[in-house]
């Protein structure tokens, strides 16, 4: 979530909701979705290089009505991809590849704090800020890696992914490079990033493009346990907040990151799980621009609506789709 949004509302009291963070599921196929349309089809689409799981052509996925979306599954392929796939906004979910831009220069174990990052003075000026989603760190104060990873991902702290940014390579606009490189190593060429959180409506991808990112950074055993993490509390702050991902903890989601603003509209890359033949497999999913030009709130419910459906009827047909297409 950000854009025109005043600074998230503590929590007095988070539960922590189970969300499992076990082993990678590395997604069989190429990185990214494939057919366009509302139903699958066996053609790739997009030159994705991935055609569409022969047994998707017999699943009736709810794709969402406007935006656009794409659904791959771990060992199976795609479910296929819905819309032009043309870049727009994509607010907040930009921070997914602050994140992997991080992690790959900055490795960790899943359960590791990480480096010490000595929070600056502009982070915690930018901490209340009354036009963009933040969290508050104190000037000088020392944080480790993962807490802050979790204060960009949780609740979408704009402020703690510039500070990763500078801590990184000194420069904001320096690591925005960096992001647009790791782009083009993941054959992301819808997408350009021109800051590091989101806010800038000239950040803008694709569907495809992001869930080809999103499989990738599940592969992080540190990435997956941050972007299941239920709630964070910031340090000296007294301040806990949840999730902004409303789906986390149930129909198997475990993670992704949400983004929303006016000119994105509502967006959600989402990942879960789901038993197929005695396999547990990860399925993850991207949905953009939902009522983009609206409030970021109402966009931000019609993602999450749209999220919620497709996993939902994911969940329910996959297995006997798989059923049907061994026999």
Same mark, same amino acid.
């Given at each position: ?25 590395? *997604? ?27 047994? $998707?052509? %017999? =699943? ?12 791959? +599954? ?13 870049? +727009? ?6 921070? +997914? =590849?602050?994140?992997? @831009? ?11 704090? #990480? ?38 991902? +949780?609740?979408?702290? !704009? !402020? @703690? ?20 490189? $790791? ?14 959180? #989101? ?39 007294? @301040?806990?907040?949840? !999730? ?34 005695? *396999? ?14 609206? %409030? ?26 798989? !059923?049907?297409?061994?026999?």
């Amino acid at each position: 979530m950000l854009l025109h949004r005043s600074v998230l509302v503590p929590l007095t009291a988070a539960g922590v909701l189970a969300a499992g963070t076990g082993g990678w599921y590395a *997604v069989g196929g190429s990185p990214n979705g494939s057919t366009t349309g509302a139903t699958a089809g066996p053609a790739a689409a997009q030159g994705s290089g991935e055609e569409v799981a022969p047994l $998707a052509r %017999s =699943m009736q996925l709810p794709w969402p009505r406007e935006g656009q979306a794409s659904v791959a +599954v771990e060992g199976i392929g795609s479910l296929g991809t819905r819309g032009e796939q043309k870049p +727009v906004p994509i607010a907040s979910v930009t921070k +997914v =590849m602050t994140a992997y @831009v991080i992690l790959k220069h900055h490795p960790m174990s899943a359960d590791a704090p #990480g480096a010490t990052v000595v929070a600056d003075q502009r982070a915690a000026d930018e901490s209340y800020s009354s036009v963009e989603t933040t969290a508050p760190v104190l000037a000088g104060r020392k944080y480790t890696q993962r807490r802050l990873l979790e204060l960009m991902m +949780v609740p979408s702290g !704009n !402020n @703690v992914a510039r500070l990763l940014a500078r801590w990184d390579t000194g420069d904001e606009k320096a690591f925005v490079a960096k992001m647009n490189r $790791a782009a083009a190593g993941l054959g992301m060429r819808a997408t350009t990033y021109t800051g590091v959180s #989101g806010m800038e409506a000239s950040t803008r991808s694709t569907a495809v493009d992001q869930l080809r990112l999103a499989r990738a950074a599940m592969k992080d055993p540190a990435f997956r346990r941050i972007v299941a993490t239920a709630s964070v509390t910031a340090p000296g702050a007294g @301040v806990t907040f949840r !999730n902004t991902n409303k789906l986390l903890g149930h129909d198997g989601v475990i993670g992704l990151k949400t983004g929303s603003s006016t000119p994105a509209g509502g967006n959600l890359v989402w990942a879960t799980t789901q038993e197929v033949a005695g *396999v547990r497999r990860l399925v993850i999913g991207v949905v953009l621009h939902q009522r983009a030009g609206t %409030s970021p709130a109402e966009g931000s419910a019609a993602a999450h609506e749209a999220g919620r459906a497709l996993i939902a009827a994911i969940r329910a047909g996959l297995p006997a789709a798989a !059923n049907r297409a061994s026999q």
